[in-house]
């Protein structure tokens, strides 16, 4: 078996686990805080505050948990422990036990950047680009059919039998990657954390093309993903009258757009300038997040339609920013790299979380909170797509 194949199937168990912990969140308890809690937006908005604060912790300590006991145990335990955690979210009977909850499923994303990636790319060997761009073709294919799956729970509102389910469904993934990622190579250099950082492994690491990759985009993408994820379910409700598993499929089916662009970067992508991709993802995006915010309540189809076309430019996004960052660091700089791309992204997040809140609380409607996060995104694209040309790879591994 080949070892683009094997990183395949690793990333199957994995991605499934990530799903239920990232967008099993923005997707099912968000609908579980309004019709079980019956709780507004305000309060939703500051329970995911909590998911993305405590992502921020878990990234900053998972690529030093990694060094210590190595990044397939790392992955693995985090799995196990995202199982137990999401089972428990029925039970915790209020927003005010929800907001800890959240914050410690948070260690899956924690450990999707600062654990993940630097494993996917040491097994990717000579074209870790193929191999990040394959596995997040498996992540969103995933992403897609899991949230389809649970549409009809949803409808019925069985929100119990749900987080069982995919608690049951996490503990079995874990297992399965466990087996499945033994025969994988994690890769010769050494594990270095953003804790085990010397000076000269700074300038190495935040050295120009770094530095315009995090401003320009790392630190500007969430507010086309962040909106979408945490706000597009209340937009669809609120102004646009869809029903809770109505949402679900349309946050499924408008994926596939990024499925079928992440197909055709897991062939191309080494071969083109990452960081022009990586804006150019940006700029669809924010055209399409401007362009949600600007369709009129109840018109269905031109939603889903640039729903569809903001997933196309994420689509790029998700093949482009890990492998144009994997192109800029040296090989034993990767999880630390790694580890400050989540941070950056997460610490971003909580940002752009606080700045929806307010503008909510400030009776901002949330048509508007689009076409300005949209706005950002945009000139983020097109600031990278400026910038590309001087964003070289400072090393060939």
């Known amino acids: 078996m080949s070892v683009f194949l094997r990183l395949v199937l690793v990333a199957i168990p994995m991605a499934v686990t990530w799903t239920l912990a990232w967008f099993g969140v923005f997707c099912f308890v968000n609908a579980y805080v309004k019709h079980v809690l019956l709780q507004d937006t305000a309060v939703w908005t500051r329970l995911t505050l909590w998911f993305i604060g405590g992502v921020v912790v878990w990234q900053a300590t998972a690529a030093e948990l990694s060094a210590r006991i190595g990044r397939r145990r790392t ?43 630097p494993f996917v790319a040491s097994a990717g060997r000579a074209a870790p680009g193929r191999a990040i761009a394959g596995t997040q073709f498996v992540f969103n294919t995933c992403s897609l059919l899991a949230i389809l799956v649970a549409a009809p729970v949803m409808r019925l509102g069985a929100y119990r039998t749900l987080f069982l389910a ?28 953003i804790w085990r950082l010397k000076r000269g492994d700074l300038r190495a690491l935040f050295h120009g093309p770094f530095i315009w990759l995090a401003l320009g985009g790392l630190m500007l993408e969430p507010f086309g993903f962040h909106t979408v994820n945490q706000l597009f379910p209340n937009l669809a409700r609120e102004l646009h009258q869809m029903g809770e598993g109505t949402i679900t ?41 401007v362009a949600l915010g600007l369709v009129p309540g109840e018109a269905r189809t031109p939603l889903l339609l640039f729903l569809s076309f903001y997933y196309a430019g994420q689509g790029i996004v998700w ?76 090393q060939v591994e």
């Not at 499929?249 to 960081?275: E, G, K, Q, W, Y």
């Not at 700045?355 to 949330?366: D, Q, Y």
């Open 75 to 117: 992955l693995t335990g985090a799995m196990l422990l995202s199982s137990g955690l999401f089972a428990a979210i029925p039970f915790a009977g209020s927003a005010q036990a929800l907001g800890p909850l959240l914050a410690l499923l948070g260690v899956m994303h924690g450990v999707f950047f600062g654990v993940w990636f």
């Open 166 to 193: 995919g608690g049951g469904t996490m503990f079995v993934s874990a297992i399965a990657f466990a087996v499945l990622a033994a025969k994988l190579d994690e890769g010769t250099s050494k594990v270095t954390s």
């Open 249 to 289: 499929v349309v946050v499924s089916t408008t994926r596939l757009p990024a499925l079928l662009v992440l197909f055709v970067l897991t062939h191309v992508i080494d071969r083109l300038n990452a960081a022009r991709c990586y804006g150019m993802g940006l700029f669809l995006g924010g055209i399409g997040v």
């Open 319 to 394: 093949g482009a920013n890990s492998t144009a960052l994997n192109r800029m660091v040296p090989p034993n700089l990767r999880d630390a790299a790694f580890a400050c791309m989540g941070l950056i992204l997460m610490a971003s997040l909580l940002t752009v979380g606080v700045i929806h809140n307010r503008l909510v609380e400030a009776g901002v409607s949330l048509p508007n909170v689009f076409i300005v996060c949209g706005v950002v995104c945009f000139c983020a694209g097109t600031l990278l797509i400026v910038r590309a040309n001087r964003m070289v790879r400072p």
